[in-house]
């Protein structure tokens, strides 16, 4: 009886190290935490707020408490529902193409060859370049129908030249972003690479493991949460992007994703904030979805590579 | 089952001049244990790693079964090889890591669980094989690293210093038992450690490697009791050992003791500095005034019950000169204590070259 009793003050106790030991490791990232909170939260409870509201600039109006009423036009307006498609797609196909590059690469620089560093370096700069440049460059010396690179290959081989960025303004959006993407995602899974054990791979040949069996079932398994987590990066920056559209295209057909409509329902001319916030929330809970349902499937995809 | 023969195989790393193997002679027979034992650096992974396929053979040659596989990839040699770090898939379950080489050939599924299961019985892993390396004990990664081995039935076994990763205690048991598996399965076997008692306890014969070129290969018992060169008597054997550089020139002795040799060492050939050599079971503490004795103060005494080692500071040749003796039994000597030490056993004597003179 006695045995009983003690044993559990002695869990009792035992729990309440562990809480004074968490307390411990947590209380010196509160600072921060509270900064964090203020500086993000603020702004998007703020928003949260005007999306219930009717607030427009002209005709100067006072803001008005209008319910859901821009959240029932936000799922019913077509022009939103195709900002929110071409949001996706670009999206989509940005971080796809850009992990598959960046995969490759990555494979390819993680050997030891002469001048590895220096390589290396170079093919990280399209990420240094600031996106406003990036579409700038892209849009006058690699697509123009004039003095553009492509178009000039594209002469050279008896191809009539072609003005990319207004006859494809998606998928010459979507060229720019993988341009510039590719390296991060080349960036996170090279690190990936460079923390498998050597021997591991050893193993697998000596245990007759082709090149191609060794990548799908040891390697890309193991990559497995670096390639998540550039997903998911990749994900929450490219559904944001802005300049390269407005560089490129200015919004022209099909390219007009959610950041650039929104934009123009508000300061770029609409003058409509209460509406435009609304979109903005609406994307905010799509994206939250998306990346959570886009990495249960990544999951899933390379569990079963793995069982099988 | 495979014999092996390595044919003065030669291994240089890129960037560096000198071999890391350098021409390595060695046959080793169907179904043998044999042991690469030296010190770090001495090219013993390498010399496995050449067998494996998994390191350029830069010189001579490497037989499987008489076919020569020196320049085969390690999938075509059918050899299964365990890391000294293990080398487990982390993402595959125990179950899946030692299936995998059975997957790679196509087994299909059930007989692939089969063997897998009967592998499992044999190392006790029955109750592990659906959990992640990450959530098993050293030991137990370990065994899921032989299982991955034998699952395979493969024509050779290669070792990389497979238990240097377990404590004390285990590494002894899993040493036994690791023998007493080779021995059962009856797969030829190579095995490399730095640890020479590992080396004579598990060898059928024991390959003695320094500085990448071979010293000796022997039987354990030979290899201790008839040591080819210097490097070899003081490398095998715990405690060391006693080496002592002698001058030659007026016969051979050590501080004041006159060395007894047996009859295929002819003394008076020697000249310059010759070693003599000699375990400390071979010296014994003896009543003062004993011929051919050598006087000195005790300065270590390590009792390990069944026997003691007695560690006796004298002066040689001008220099302090410590030997150990064994001492059976519980000893009364203590430290401090003035004793005499006699030569009661076989002796060894190095050439100045470091090869052994006589038989
Ligand atoms: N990849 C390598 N490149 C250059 N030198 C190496 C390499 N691997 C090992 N060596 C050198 O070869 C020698 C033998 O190494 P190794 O076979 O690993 O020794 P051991 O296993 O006996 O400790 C060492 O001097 C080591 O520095
Ligand atoms: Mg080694």
């Known amino acids: 009886m006695a045995a009983v009793t003690s044993n559990s003050t002695r869990e009792e106790q035992v729990k309440a190290l562990q809480k004074k030991e968490a307390r411990r490791r947590r209380l010196p990232l509160l600072p921060a935490l509270l900064f964090t909170i203020v500086v993000t939260q603020v702004p998007f409870l703020m928003s949260l707020y005007y999306s219930f509201t009717k607030w427009t600039v002209t005709p100067p109006s006072p803001r008005e408490w209008i319910g859901i009423e821009n959240y029932t036009d936000a799922f019913t307006n077509m022009f939103f529902r195709q900002a929110a498609m071409t949001s996706v797609i670009m999206t989509l196909t940005s971080v796809v193409l850009s992990v598959i590059l960046g995969t490759g690469v990555a494979l390819l620089l993680d050997r030891k060859f002469f001048g590895q560093g220096f390589v290396r370096t170079l093919i990280i700069t399209p990420f240094l370049v600031m996106p406003v440049v990036a579409g700038l460059v892209w849009k006058n010396q690699m697509f123009s129908a004039a003095f553009g690179v492509l178009n000039w290959v594209l002469n050279q081989v008896g191809v009539e030249s072609i003005e990319f960025a207004s006859k494809f303004p998606r998928w010459s959006i979507v060229g720019v972003l993988v341009w510039q993407w590719t390296p991060f995602m080349m960036l996170i899974i090279l690190a990936g690479l460079q923390g498998q054990s050597s021997s591991v791979i050893e193993a697998a040949k000596v245990d007759g493991a082709s090149p191609r069996a060794t990548f799908f079932q040891i390697t890309l398994p193991h990559l497995r949460p670096y390639i998540e987590l550039g997903v998911l990066l990749g994900s929450i920056y490219l559904i944001q992007v802005f300049d390269h559209i407005v560089v490129m295209t200015g919004g022209g057909p099909g390219s007009t994703n959610v950041p650039l409509f929104v934009n123009q329902r508000s300061i770029g001319g609409g003058w409509r904030f209460g509406s435009a916030s609304a979109f903005s929330i609406v994307v905010v809970v799509a994206t939250i979805i998306l990346a959570t349902f886009g990495l249960r499937v990544l999951s899933g995809l390379l569990e079963g590579e793995e069982a099988a | ?359």
């Open chain 2, 1 to 359: 089952m495979a014999e092996v023969r390595f044919d003065a195989a030669s291994r240089i790393y890129p960037g560096t001049e000198v071999p890391a193997v350098n021409e390595l002679n060695l046959d080793i027979a169907d179904g043998e244990l044999l042991v690469l034992v030296g010190p770090s650096g001495s090219g013993k992974s390498t010399a496995l790693r050449m067998l494996a396929g998994l390191e350029f053979i830069d010189k001579g040659s490497v037989f499987i079964n008489d076919k020569d596989v020196t320049l085969a990839p390690p999938q075509d040699r059918d050899i299964a090889m365990v890391f000294q770090n293990y080398a487990l898939y982390p993402q595959m379950s125990v179950a899946a890591n030692m299936g995998f080489a059975l997957k790679q050939q196509g087994i299909p599924k059930d007989e692939r669980r089969k063997r897998v299961e009967e592998a499992a019985r044999i190392l006790d892993l029955e109750p592990y094989l659906d959990r992640k390396p990450k959530n098993l004990s050293g030991g137990q990664r370990q065994r899921v690293a032989m299982g991955r081995a034998i699952v395979r039935s493969p024509q050779v076994f290669l070792m990389d210093e497979p238990l240097s990763n377990l404590d004390a205690k285990l590494r002894v048991q899993t040493r036994t038992e690791l023998a007493d598996l080779q021995a059962r399965l009856g797969v030829t076997t190579v095995y490399v450690t730095h640890d020479q008692v590992e080396a004579m306890t598990m060898g059928h014969r024991v390959a003695v490697l320094d500085h990448g070129v071979l010293q000796q290969v022997a039987r354990p018992r030979d290899l201790y009791s008839k040591p080819e060169n210097r490097f070899v008597a003081g490398f095998i054997g715990s405690p060391a050992m006693n080496l002592v550089d002698v001058d030659a020139t007026n016969g051979i002795a050590i501080a004041g003791g006159t060395v007894p040799f047996d009859d295929s060492v002819n003394v008076a050939n020697q000249s310059g500095t010759v070693s003599v050599g000699v375990r400390p079971e071979h010296l014994s503490l003896v009543t003062d005034g004993t011929p051919d004795s050598i006087a000195g103060e005790v300065t270590v005494v390590e009792e390990l019950g069944s026997e003691a080692f007695v560690h006796v500071r004298t002066k040689h040749q001008g220099d302090d000169l410590t030997l150990v003796v064994r001492d059976e039994g519980e000893t009364s000597t203590q430290r401090g204590d003035q004793v005499s030490v006699a030569f009661t056993g076989p002796t060894h004597l190095f050439g100045a070259d470091g090869e052994r003179v006589g038989d």
